[in-house]
């Protein structure tokens, strides 16, 4: 299974749960492994340190915005809030900006009455969704599943030739170009680190500028 990074509050309202259960399920029955800090990875270190440390193994990132604030009243700009809304956790923005940063694939979904920050349209350059996630059959939704369908397909194909470091003397000879690994035969450029001490061919992401950066071991390689 690949592991991908999936950005969620540890608590949601009870309405919410049947339909977070069933994007669970249509994860897993896609191949992934969604891996949370709190959830599935508990934090022996700064939460900060974990969640860098645990995208550091995932492939790419999905962020669910549910609401943890409501907002009935007060003011914006100094000006007075006129229609309730709901904020998500804190922690849904440091982690897209961090996945984001990192070259990581994403995927935004969020509840409707959930905005500001990454849920506002064209803060981030990446598939946005925002439905009634109340709804418990969201995850089947036409939209939900082309979306995920879409995000998978660029998220970076990860191949180990043994279960050591490479034979040098009879793995593939690559050539360097860009920075990174060319293999003949094989599309796309890979990390040089990743091959050389731990064996796999790990697709290199390629960052706005042309240069390109190893989802894995983060190495920046142009």
Known sequence: MKSIFLSRPTWVDTKYERGLEGFLNVLKSHDLDPRTIGSTDSPIKSPMDE????????????????????????????????????????????????????????????????????????????????????????????EISGALKTWISVLPNTTKLNRGVVDKNEGEKPTLKWGCYKFEGKEGLYCPACYETKGQMIPASRLRGGHYKCPACKADLS
């Open 51 to 142: 969640v860098i440390n645990l995208m550091g193994k995932c492939m790419g990132t999905i962020v669910l915005g549910y609401p943890q604030i409501t907002i009935e009243s007060g003011l914006i700009k100094n000006n007075e809030i006129k229609k309730t809304f709901s904020l998500s956790t804190e922690w849904n923005h440091i982690e897209a900006a961090l996945a984001h940063s990192s070259g990581h694939p994403l995927l935004v979904i969020h509840d409707k009455s959930v905005v500001r920050g990454i849920f506002d349209r064209g803060v981030l350059n990446t598939f946005l969704y925002s439905l009634n996630l109340s709804d418990p059959t969201w995850p089947l939704r036409p």
